[in-house]
């Protein structure tokens, strides 16, 4: 009985010293905090004390709205509804650009290409849809379908007009070729469902993950 409680004393002086060692690790990699990120960095945020004020109200889905995306031009965005439409919007006039029926309308992500030429979405289909805002088809019809998650989509986000990135529920991100309809590399570190990812410097991607038994946020190259 002595040498089990000798045994379970040594596991935890074990896990303290863990403990401390990814404490320390984490302290040396913490180069600044947020405050003094937002106060470096000009992020567009409200000075303190500065109310948030709404300016355009975009009416036009019939059901809830799950996702919204931003273009690089600041004046369009695209919205993914339960509506099963995916919206491409003017904000300045709040008038409807586009309306794109979806196969499915369990959508959950969308995302606007840089270029403003194209638009992305994908849901509890497994399967991240292409559009080309540039096709004369009306209504426009989707132009590249890629399938390989076997999870639903929760995240996707293009790089370029010819490569998208994706996360899903199956515990992957996946890097595209569009054009191929191919997938080009698989990143498969994690034990849960990789709910988004964010771009964070010049080929690196950080996915964090929506579990309780993997806590990390690994970087990869793409």
Same mark, same amino acid.
């Given at each position: ?13 074990? /896990? ?13 990699? @913490? ?20 109310? *948030? ?13 799950? %996702? ?11 919205? %993914? $509804?339960?509506? !099963?439409?995916?919206?491409?919007w003017d904000a300045l006039t ?6 794109? &029926?979806? +196969? #499915? ?10 270029? !403003? ?8 289909? =497994?399967?991240? #849809?292409?559009? =080309?805002? @540039? #096709? +004369?088809?009306? &209504?426009? @019809?989707?132009? @590249?379908?890629? =399938? %390989?998650h076997t999870g639903y989509l ?5 790089? =370029?007009?010819?490569? /998208?990135?994706? $996360?899903?529920?199956? *515990? ?5 070729? /569009?054009?191929a309809g191919t997938k080009v ?10 709910? +988004?990812?964010?771009?964070?410097? &010049? ?12 806590? #990390?946020? &690994? !970087?990869?190259?793409?």
């Amino acid at each position: 009985m002595s040498d089990v409680q000798e045994k379970i004393k040594k596991v935890k002086k074990e /896990i303290e010293d863990l403990k401390e060692k990814i404490k320390k690790k984490r302290d040396e990699m @913490r180069d600044t905090t947020l405050k003094q990120y937002v106060e470096k960095e000009d992020i567009g945020l409200p000075a303190r004390g500065e109310k *948030m004020k709404m300016r355009r109200t975009l009416k036009g889905h019939l059901a809830k709205i799950y %996702a919204m995306h931003w273009a690089e031009d600041k004046i369009h965005l695209v919205s %993914a $509804s339960q509506d !099963g439409k995916l919206l491409v919007w003017d904000a300045l006039t709040t008038n409807k650009v586009h309306a794109i &029926p979806l +196969r #499915s309308s369990w959508v959950m992500t969308c995302a606007y290409s840089p270029s !403003g030429g194209f638009v992305a979405c994908g849901g509890l289909d =497994n399967i991240c #849809s292409v559009y =080309n805002l @540039r #096709s +004369r088809d009306n &209504p426009i @019809r989707v132009c @590249r379908e890629l =399938n %390989a998650h076997t999870g639903y989509l929760s995240c996707c986000r293009f790089l =370029n007009d010819k490569q /998208i990135v994706t $996360s899903s529920g199956d *515990m992957t991100c996946m890097l595209w070729d /569009i054009e191929a309809g191919t997938k080009v590399t698989e990143f498969n570190d994690h034990n849960g469902d990789v709910m +988004r990812f964010v771009f964070c410097a &010049p080929m690196v991607l950080y996915a964090p993950v929506a579990s309780f038994t993997n806590n #990390s946020c &690994p !970087g990869y190259e793409y």
